[in-house]
């Protein structure tokens, strides 16, 4: 009997669900600390939004996102924030911090004692095996298999690629590594088993900063102006104190992408009843910051079109222009959008970039909440040639209007006509 002990504890061991080690055994091990999180409407009494959380520590901190909570956080005297376990019990949570930039948030609960999830000391290895574990569509508890692809590339904004598939209910869940320590926390997914995380540091650091010290609606969207600030305070600086590579398009030197966390597209067309030619080419910074739905700031982008008049003459070539220039929006309808905004004021005068002129349409729409940030947008048209034509837009989300200005002036010094 002796020789087969030892072999039969080697096989409970390996085998699902019983093996310390395995997803199965953390998820067994963790449920207790694992929570629903709703965001309830207080008139009717019913959950608004859903998501996950997870405790972190004895005294019941719980970690979720900030966009799960983003609606409290705009109207706190409407909204209850609950923590539902997996037996049932609810708990009304207070919020103690977030951190808008990584969206996550760090809620107080009654709920007090273990287990906690501990915080892994750094990311995992390129290619290792991790879970995330979340409420999908409020079926319950679900534990998702996939790989560490490292830090998202061309972001400005620190996010895993995570190869698993996270659905909704699952945000502000934990992704744990092999060892059972909280890598990073849900925040969203690309769909066709790509997804994202927010890295364990920024989580640590929430945890680290001084809590609220109130939840009046000043105080929580002074804490957001604080944060959109200080960020496009750096983005800003980085990009001001790089060097920006150009490039010929059309008749222009013009410049590329200004930082690495820009991508490029673009497209050629011949209009085929008048003959003109239109190319087109952007760049845009892949990541924004999310402050509510419909509402996002922390990006830039720029485009080039280039204009051809073809078999149109010089008065229909002018208004071709006039048209395709008269948009302040670049890509997505951005300009004049919201009640988020107040004070717009556009300006049109014209320039001279080197000896060649430019007709230059300028807009700025300072924010409600934020009285420090602002939209900037500039349309630059060359005119004086019948034959062709460049219009360049430029749109700055969320900046002071100094770096806005700063930007610019930067921008215009690095476009040159070659004809």
Same mark, same amino acid.
């Given at each position: ?31 207790? #600390? /694992?929570? +629903?999180?709703? &965001?309830? *409407? ?7 939004? =859903?998501?996950?959380?997870?405790? %972190? ?25 609950? #923590? /539902?376990? +997996?037996?049932? &019990?609810? *708990? ?7 951190? =808008?930039?990584?969206?996550?948030? %760090? ?31 409020? &079926? ?280």
């Amino acid at each position: 009997m002796k020789r087969w002990y030892l072999p039969l504890l080697f096989l409970l061991w390996c085998i699902p669900g019983l093996a310390s080690g395995t997803p199965q055994h953390y998820f067994k091990i963790y449920q207790p #600390a /694992l929570y +629903q999180v709703q &965001l309830v *409407d207080i008139e009717s009494n019913e959950k608004s939004v =859903i998501g996950s959380g997870f405790r %972190v520590s004895s005294d019941g901190r719980i970690i979720t996102n900030y966009h799960v909570v983003g609606d409290y956080i705009f109207d706190p005297q409407n909204y209850r924030i609950i #923590a /539902l376990t +997996q037996d049932g &019990l609810r *708990d009304t949570l207070q919020l103690i911090n977030f951190d =808008i930039l990584h969206d996550c948030a %760090v809620l107080q609960s009654n709920l007090k004692g273990t287990p906690v999830l501990p915080l892994a000391l750094q990311n995992p290895a390129h290619g290792e095996r991790m879970y995330a574990i979340g409420n999908p569509y409020d &079926l319950g508890m679900t534990i998702v298999e996939g790989n560490y692809n490292g830090l998202v590339e061309k972001s400005f904004y620190d996010k895993m690629h995570f190869s698993g598939s996270l659905n909704p209910g699952m945000s502000g869940g934990p992704a744990i590594n092999q060892q059972g320590e909280v890598v990073g926390i849900n925040v969203s997914t690309g769909g066709d088993q790509i997804s994202f995380i927010v890295p364990i540091r920024y989580i640590d650091a929430l945890l680290h900063e001084a809590p609220l010290d109130s939840l009046t609606e000043e105080v929580l969207q002074k804490r957001i102006g604080d944060q959109l600030y200080a960020n496009q305070e750096r983005l800003v600086k980085n990009l001001l104190d790089a060097s920006w590579p150009t490039a010929d398009f059309g008749p222009c030197s013009l410049p590329e992408a200004i930082s690495e966390v820009f991508s490029a597209s673009g497209h050629s067309k011949t209009d085929d009843e008048r003959s003109y030619s239109y190319h087109y080419k952007s760049y845009a910074m892949n990541d924004n910051v999310y402050i509510a739905d419909g509402f996002q700031l922390g990006d830039i982008e720029y485009g080039y079109q280039w204009y051809e008049a073809g078999d149109l003459n010089p008065s229909q070539f002018a208004q071709l222009l006039t048209n395709r220039s008269a948009s302040l929006s670049l890509g997505n309808n951005w300009f004049y959008l919201s009640d988020d905004e107040v004070d717009t004021a556009t300006k049109t005068r014209y320039i001279r970039l080197g000896d060649t002129p430019w007709k230059a349409l300028l807009g700025i729409t300072n924010l409600v909440d934020y009285p420090d940030l602002y939209k900037i947008s500039l349309n630059l048209t060359a005119v004086g040639n019948s034959k062709e034509s460049m219009i360049v837009k430029v749109r700055i989300n969320g900046v002071s209007k100094e770096n806005g200005t700063a930007l610019l002036k930067k921008f215009m010094e690095h476009i040159v006509w070659n004809r």
